[in-house]
C-alpha cells in the first residue's frame, strides 16, 4: 500500500489523497457522515501540523470554526475517536488542551471500499501500484488494428463483434486483450497493464460481456488479468 506519511517531495499530493479519500468515502453514506467528515476535514486542513501528526486546539476554537456549541463539540470529536480517526496523544489539563493525533491506517481502512469512485488510477496509487502515464498509447489517426482470424474461441468471435460496432474503441482497449483462459462460465482475459485493464474493467465490461455472450451465451462473467 502506498506510504501516505505526509512528509518529504510528494506531501502535498499525499495530504489531497487522504481528503479525497475521505471525501469519496462520506458521499456514499448519508448526511450525518457528510457533516461529520466536512468538519473533520475543515479542522485538519486549518488546524492540523502534518509533519508532527498533532493536533492541539480547543474546544472552544472549534466551536467557533465549525459554527455549533461546545456540547457538539464534545459529541462530534467523541464520534471521531470512537471511529479511530483520532486518538489522543496527551490529555488535556488545567491550561493545556487536548493533543490528538491522526491515525492514517484506521482511515485508509476506512475510505478503501470507496477509491474506486474517484477513479482507477487514483485506486490503483492509493493500492500502492505504479502511477500510470498521463498519456495512453493509440493508435496514429486514421488507422485502426484487425482482430485475429478466428480459431474457435468465444474471444476470438468476440474481437470481430467489437470490432465491427467501434474500430476506434477496439484498436485502443481491446485489441491488446488476450484469452487467459475460462473456467465454467467465467472468461478471463489478461490487459497489458494495471492501467489498461482498470479502465476496461470500469468503462468497457459491460460491453465485452455482451460480445462474448453473443456468440456463447454460457458465459455469465468477463474478469480481467494483468500479464
Avoid: C
Amino acid at each position: 500500500m502506498l506510504s501516505l506519511k505526509p512528509v518529504g517531495r510528494d506531501a502535498s499530493a499525499r495530504k489531497y489523497d487522504i481528503i479525497t479519500a475521505l471525501g469519496a468515502y462520506a458521499l456514499a453514506g448519508g448526511k450525518h457522515d457528510h457533516r461529520l467528515v466536512l468538519r473533520f476535514v475543515t479542522l485538519i486542513t486549518a488546524r492540523y501540523n502534518w509533519a508532527r501528526n498533532e493536533l492541539a486546539v480547543g474546544q472552544r476554537e472549534i466551536a467557533r470554526l465549525w459554527s455549533v456549541d461546545e456540547r457538539t463539540v464534545k459529541r462530534e470529536m467523541a464520534k471521531l475517536r470512537a471511529s479511530g480517526w483520532l486518538v489522543v496523544k496527551r490529555q488535556g489539563a488545567r491550561g493545556r488542551v487536548t493533543e490528538y493525533g491522526v491515525d492514517l491506517d484506521t482511515i485508509l481502512e476506512s475510505t478503501r471500499a470507496h477509491w474506486p469512485n474517484v477513479g482507477p488510477d487514483f485506486d490503483l496509487r492509493m493500492q500502492g501500484g505504479p502511477e500510470p502515464s498521463k498519456v495512453v498509447a493509440l493508435p496514429p489517426r486514421g488507422t485502426t488494428s484487425t482482430p485475429p482470424e478466428p480459431d474457435g474461441s468465444e474471444w476470438t468471435l468476440a474481437q470481430a463483434i467489437l470490432h465491427r460496432e467501434d474500430p476506434g474503441l477496439y484498436s485502443s482497449w481491446l485489441h491488446n486483450l488476450k484469452r487467459d483462459g475460462r473456467a465454467g462460465e467465467r472468461l478471463t482475459l489478461q490487459a497489458p497493464s494495471k492501467f489498461h485493464g482498470a479502465y476496461v474493467q470500469t468503462h468497457l465490461i459491460a460491453r465485452l460481456l455482451r460480445a462474448v455472450q453473443a456468440v456463447d451465451g454460457d458465459i455469465s462473467e468477463v474478469v480481467i488479468s494483468v500479464g
